[in-house]
Every structure is written in C-alpha cells, then in structure tokens.
C-alpha cells in the first residue's frame, strides 16, 4: 500500500504543477470574455484539490491504525477526483477563449473524457 500512496502522491503533484502552469498562462492571457472568470475557476480549484491531495498522501502515517488511514485517504481521493473533474472542464472551456469552432471541440472531447472517467474506470468502484 505504501508505493500506491507514494504514486498518488506524484501523480497528484504532477496535475498540480500543470494546474498551477496553466492558471499562470490564462491570467496573462489578455481578453476580455466571460469565460476567462469560470476558467480561473476551475483551474484554482483544480490546483487546490491536487496541492491537498498530494500533500496529504506525503504526510500519511501508514503506522497509524487502518481505519484512520482508509478514512483519510478516502477523502483524499475526492479531492483527487474533484481535481480532475475541474481540470477537464477548464480544458474543454478553454477552447471558447479562441473562437466557436474550437469551444465547441474542446468541449465534446472533454464531455467524451469526463464520460470515460466515470463509466470507464471510475465505474467498478461506484455503487449504483
């Protein structure tokens, strides 16, 4: 179990990091659309849940008793899922900052990973 948490771990610092990149490159962008304000948006809270979870995995005590360290590593993994949730839709609204052609395709390939996210692999773990 030690190596998954490490993983997690990476993995969730590596989508902060690109999170945190992209938030940058989108601050400087300069327009004045709306959807510059829902893309901050999602972007924030995508870098936050991805900071949280990485920094919770590095400083899990996995000496501690087992139902503490399920609990907590479970609402690590909603943060970790909200994450990614947010980051795919700022990517598919991302798009709409260029023009209606490419909104509209930004936005059907992350409606198609969003889909994929939850039936293709989240769905053995969701009870329905």
């Given amino acids: 179990m030690e190596e998954s948490i490490k993983q997690l771990a990476l993995v969730s610092s590596v989508l902060g990091g690109f999170s945190?990149?992209?938030l940058s490159a989108i601050l400087a962008f300069g327009t004045e659309k709306k959807i510059k304000?829902?893309?901050?948006i999602g972007l924030m809270i995508a870098s936050m849940c991805f900071l949280?979870?990485?920094?919770g995995w590095s400083m899990i005590d996995l000496n501690r008793d087992a139902a503490g360290i399920q609990s907590h590593h479970q609402s690590l993994v909603k943060l970790l899922l909200l994450g990614l949730v947010a980051i795919i839709a700022s990517?598919?609204?991302?798009?709409?900052?260029s023009n209606k052609k490419t909104g509209i395709a930004t936005s059907a390939i992350?409606?198609?990973a969003l889909l994929f996210l939850i039936f293709g692999i989240l769905s053995r773990y969701i009870i329905w």
Avoid at 37 to 40: G, R, T
Avoid at 91 to 97: I, P
């Fill in 37 to 40: 304000f829902w893309l901050i």
């Fill in 110 to 112: 992350s409606l198609l």
């Fill in 20 to 22: 945190f990149t992209f």
């Fill in 91 to 97: 990517l598919g609204l991302s798009g709409w900052l």
């Fill in 52 to 55: 949280l979870s990485a920094l």
